[in-house]
T-cell receptor, first 112, second 111 residues
Framework: NAGVTQTPKFQVLKTGQSMTLQCAQD?????MSWYRQDPGMGLRLIHY???????DQGEVPNGYNVSRSTTEDFPLRLLSAAPSQTSVYFC???????????FGQGTRLTVV | EDQVTQSPEALRLQEGESSSLNCSYT??????LFWYRQDPGKGPEFLFT???AGEEKEKERLKATLTKKESFLHITAPKPEDSATYLC????????????FGAGTQVVVTP
């Protein structure tokens, strides 16, 4: 049982480049989310999904796109990377809204 | 708007020295309050869920309690392996899919 799997673990981008952070879960959870974690600011919600084909914006959505074509996968796209997007990114999934979230191991992204 | 505030920001304990972490929250209605542990370079690991005031959950040296405005995570006789950042998060009744996290309390337990 793999849980939530994120790839890559580390990435360095140049300003203006695009990339996709991958997230997959094998628990058949409907709810999936992307967070970024910055020192002293805690986890901030970027985008979330309540099921295949349904996504919505979180607290800090600018510069990021998501889609949810299957229950298992929830990729996060950076369209044109900026240094302000240097952060650690976590994907999470939940069975129901009142149950705990399971997190991946994170992607450490540096934009230079 | 949902708000979660954790205190203190950092806590240094001697092994065996019990203490408590605080998580105060403001939500329109509480669907659930969650505690997580996060080790450096890792994703948050689930510890407890609390749903209603008066509820308590225990696991080894950790005990979480909930009132209508705050939650406490009590660490009894901590060991060095309890060193981690402890995160609190709330799910309100009117914020679909949105877990609101506090900034965390970094706990260091020295032998």
């Amino acid at each position: 049982n793999a849980g939530v799997t994120q790839t890559p673990k580390f990435q360095v981008l140049k300003t203006g480049q695009s990339m996709t952070l991958q997230c997959a879960q094998d628990m058949n959870h409907e709810y999936m989310s992307w967070y970024r974690q910055d020192p002293g600011m805690g986890l901030r919600l970027i985008h979330y999904s309540v099921g295949a084909g349904i996504t919505d914006q979180g607290e800090v959505p600018n510069g990021y796109n998501v889609s949810r074509s299957t229950t298992e996968d929830f990729p996060l796209r950076l369209l044109s990377a900026a240094p302000s997007q240097t952060s650690v990114y976590f994907c999470a999934s939940r069975f129901k809204l009142n149950t705990e979230a399971f997190f991946g191991q994170g992607t450490r992204l540096t934009v230079v | 708007e949902d708000q979660v505030t954790q205190s203190p920001e950092a806590l240094r304990l001697q092994e065996g020295e019990s203490s408590s972490l605080n998580c105060s929250y403001t939500v329109s209605g509480l669907r659930g309050l969650f505690w997580y542990r996060q080790d450096p370079g890792k994703g948050p690991e689930f510890l407890f869920t609390l749903y209603s005031a008066g509820e308590e959950k225990e696991k080894e040296r950790l005990k979480a309690t909930l009132t209508k405005k705050e939650s406490f995570l009590h660490i009894t006789a901590p060991k060095p392996e309890d060193s981690a950042t402890y995160l609190c998060a709330v799910q309100s009744t009117d914020s679909w899919g949105k877990l609101q996290f506090g900034a965390g309390t970094q706990v260091v337990v020295t032998p």
